[in-house]
């Protein structure tokens, strides 16, 4: 049978990474120190040590209980923190022993040893590490008590990393596209209460690089109204009523037209062009050419412009940006062109009335038309509509064979309605609208303002002044051929009317 003291005794191994820091001395390493002097002062014979750059500690372990069930124990102590993995190194330190023959006076030394290492194992429980050596992702203390907390501030630091490369990638990526308004600054300050202060100074620096980036579209200033074309007809009867059309931009800010000295009424206007009514003017005004002058709301002048034709299709495309080249409010490819001019002529038909009632106002033609004594003035005034042009019809006319006329041929009132159910021949104006009424037209008086017409006369004249329109009239019952309307109502009271002839 063997005895304990038969078999070898097995060393401790213990692994030891290189010791940055020295280890404070604990109990247990000093009863084992004790330990090893002892047996070394007995006469035992220890086996050389494989040592490293950390000391290598070989304790001795109780003989087996049995030879069967050896027992092997391994303990791995606590390694201080190193700065790589790569640094570790391993020891591995065995010491077999020949352990001599029993002898009677070893036993009791052998009991004893036993005993110290079972004192040994109770006190000194065998250790071990968990986690990994810098676990960065636990938040615990090296065994040298330093570094408390360095897993929460590197679990900070990596969030803050993460958060800012984040927000670089962003900001390149539309930083040229997100305009610096209070919305972005919003987010900024909402998104800095989750990071760190270096991220926060880092995104706002590149928050700022971006706004100065950023495209900002160039802020065109308005040409303003202007005139691009010619007019639609360049003369017209000096009567007036002829609408003339003219192209351009911005032609709805025009809000008064002119020709020559006659302002002129506007009857519809959009971005592109305008219309306007010719006034009636004096006869004497026919045949002179006469400038047509527009202004603005503030009462600046409408410039006449002409479009140069593009050199190229990029000088076309630059063209059409409505961008001011400093001079007189004209765009791009555009300069200054002549005043637009206006004639007046003569109407043959308005021409052919006047010459009958400047003929006939003082010698009636009696040898044509019958004559009515003291009231014959609606007579007259359908006469010379006949010299003008008009045909007869069933509700307006005369028969010189059998003598028949309608009433409205004679009669002031009757006229008057004739001429309201006749749209296409005739418009009817007050005195408000006095303005529009033209050479040729047909002008009746309410002496007693009773609804009756009592006078027809021919509008002969019509002058436009500082203060407002001057008509005068020419017929007979009233034989003149140039009547200020004005002094007509002044020396017979009543009111006036007027129906515009087409």
Same mark, same amino acid.
């Given at each position: 049978m063997l005895n304990p003291s038969d078999l070898p005794v097995l060393r401790r191994a213990t692994f030891r990474a290189p010791v940055l820091e020295t280890e404070p001395d604990h109990d247990a390493s000093k009863r084992r120190r004790r330990s090893r002097s002892k047996r070394s002062s007995g006469g035992r014979t220890t086996a050389p040590t494989l040592e490293s750059t950390a000391e290598s500690e070989i304790d001795a372990v109780a003989p087996l209980e049995s030879a069967a069930e050896p027992e092997?124990?391994?303990?791995?102590?606590? @390694?201080?923190?190193?700065?790589?993995?790569?640094?570790?190194?391993?020891?591995?330190?065995?010491?077999?022993?020949?352990? $001599?023959?029993?002898?009677?006076?070893?036993?009791?030394?052998?009991?004893?040893?036993? +005993?110290?290492?079972?004192?040994?194992?109770?006190?000194?429980?065998?250790?071990?590490?968990?986690?990994?050596?810098?676990?960065?992702?636990?938040?615990?203390?090296?065994?040298? %008590?330093?570094?408390?907390?360095?897993?929460?501030?590197?679990?900070?630091?990596?969030?803050?990393?993460? %958060?800012?490369?984040?927000?670089?990638? %962003?900001?390149?990526?539309?930083?040229?596209?997100?305009?610096?308004?209070?919305?972005?600054?919003?987010?900024?300050?909402?998104?800095?209460?989750?990071?760190? !202060? &270096?991220?926060?100074?880092?995104?706002? +620096?590149?928050?700022?690089?971006?706004?100065?980036? !950023?495209?900002? $579209?160039?802020?065109?200033? &308005? $040409?303003?109204?202007?005139?691009?074309?010619?007019?639609?007809?360049?003369?017209? $009867?000096?009567?007036? %009523?002829?609408? @003339?059309?003219?192209?351009?931009?911005?032609?709805d800010e025009v809000a008064s037209v002119a020709v020559g000295a006659t302002p002129a009424t506007i009857v519809a206007a959009d971005d592109t062009q305008i219309t306007f009514q010719v006034p009636a003017v004096a006869q004497a005004s026919t045949g002179a050419a006469v400038d047509i002058t527009m202004t603005d709301a503030e009462g600046d002048p409408v410039d006449v412009v002409t479009t140069e034709a593009p050199a190229s299709s990029v000088a076309g495309l630059i063209s059409e940006v409505a961008a001011i080249d400093g001079k007189d409010g004209q765009a791009v490819g555009e300069k200054a062109a002549d005043p637009l001019t206006f004639t007046y002529t003569s109407d043959p038909g308005i021409d052919a009335q006047l010459a009958y009632v400047a003929t006939y106002w003082s010698s009636y033609n009696s040898a044509q038309y019958p004559v009515f004594s003291g009231v014959d003035c609606a007579n007259f005034a359908s006469q010379s509509l006949i010299a003008r042009g008009w045909a007869m019809d069933g509700g307006w006319f005369y028969d010189g064979s059998t003598g028949t006329m309608s009433s409205s041929w004679s009669s002031s009132t009757a006229l008057r309605d004739y001429l309201l159910s006749q749209p296409a021949r005739a418009t009817a104006l007050d005195d408000s609208q006095r303005a529009q009424v033209k050479v040729g037209d047909i002008a009746q008086f309410d002496w007693d303002n009773s609804g009756d017409r009592d006078h027809t006369a021919v509008v002969t004249r019509v002058e436009q002044t500082d203060a407002g329109t001057k008509v005068w009239v020419g017929g007979h019952t009233k034989d003149i051929d140039y009547w200020d309307v004005d002094e007509a109502l002044a020396s017979g009271g009543g009111s006036v009317t007027y129906f515009s002839i087409h």
């Amino acid at each position: 049978m063997l005895n304990p003291s038969d078999l070898p005794v097995l060393r401790r191994a213990t692994f030891r990474a290189p010791v940055l820091e020295t280890e404070p001395d604990h109990d247990a390493s000093k009863r084992r120190r004790r330990s090893r002097s002892k047996r070394s002062s007995g006469g035992r014979t220890t086996a050389p040590t494989l040592e490293s750059t950390a000391e290598s500690e070989i304790d001795a372990v109780a003989p087996l209980e049995s030879a069967a069930e050896p027992e092997f124990v391994v303990e791995v102590e606590p @390694v201080a923190e190193v700065e790589s993995a790569a640094e570790f190194e391993f020891e591995l330190a065995s010491e077999p022993e020949s352990v $001599p023959e029993a002898e009677a006076g070893d036993a009791s030394e052998a009991e004893a040893a036993t +005993e110290a290492t079972a004192e040994q194992r109770g006190s000194h429980v065998p250790r071990h590490r968990a986690e990994r050596v810098r676990n960065r992702r636990a938040a615990s203390v090296n065994p040298s %008590g330093k570094g408390a907390g360095k897993g929460a501030g590197v679990a900070a630091r990596r969030t803050a990393a993460f %958060g800012t490369a984040a927000a670089f990638i %962003g900001l390149s990526a539309f930083g040229a596209l997100i305009p610096a308004d209070a919305e972005t600054a919003d987010t900024v300050a909402q998104s800095s209460s989750e990071l760190s !202060s &270096d991220s926060i100074a880092t995104i706002t +620096e590149a928050t700022k690089a971006a706004t100065k980036d !950023s495209i900002t $579209p160039a802020v065109v200033a &308005d $040409p303003g109204p202007a005139i691009t074309s010619g007019l639609s007809t360049a003369a017209a $009867p000096f009567t007036g %009523g002829a609408q @003339v059309t003219v192209q351009g931009r911005a032609l709805d800010e025009v809000a008064s037209v002119a020709v020559g000295a006659t302002p002129a009424t506007i009857v519809a206007a959009d971005d592109t062009q305008i219309t306007f009514q010719v006034p009636a003017v004096a006869q004497a005004s026919t045949g002179a050419a006469v400038d047509i002058t527009m202004t603005d709301a503030e009462g600046d002048p409408v410039d006449v412009v002409t479009t140069e034709a593009p050199a190229s299709s990029v000088a076309g495309l630059i063209s059409e940006v409505a961008a001011i080249d400093g001079k007189d409010g004209q765009a791009v490819g555009e300069k200054a062109a002549d005043p637009l001019t206006f004639t007046y002529t003569s109407d043959p038909g308005i021409d052919a009335q006047l010459a009958y009632v400047a003929t006939y106002w003082s010698s009636y033609n009696s040898a044509q038309y019958p004559v009515f004594s003291g009231v014959d003035c609606a007579n007259f005034a359908s006469q010379s509509l006949i010299a003008r042009g008009w045909a007869m019809d069933g509700g307006w006319f005369y028969d010189g064979s059998t003598g028949t006329m309608s009433s409205s041929w004679s009669s002031s009132t009757a006229l008057r309605d004739y001429l309201l159910s006749q749209p296409a021949r005739a418009t009817a104006l007050d005195d408000s609208q006095r303005a529009q009424v033209k050479v040729g037209d047909i002008a009746q008086f309410d002496w007693d303002n009773s609804g009756d017409r009592d006078h027809t006369a021919v509008v002969t004249r019509v002058e436009q002044t500082d203060a407002g329109t001057k008509v005068w009239v020419g017929g007979h019952t009233k034989d003149i051929d140039y009547w200020d309307v004005d002094e007509a109502l002044a020396s017979g009271g009543g009111s006036v009317t007027y129906f515009s002839i087409h």
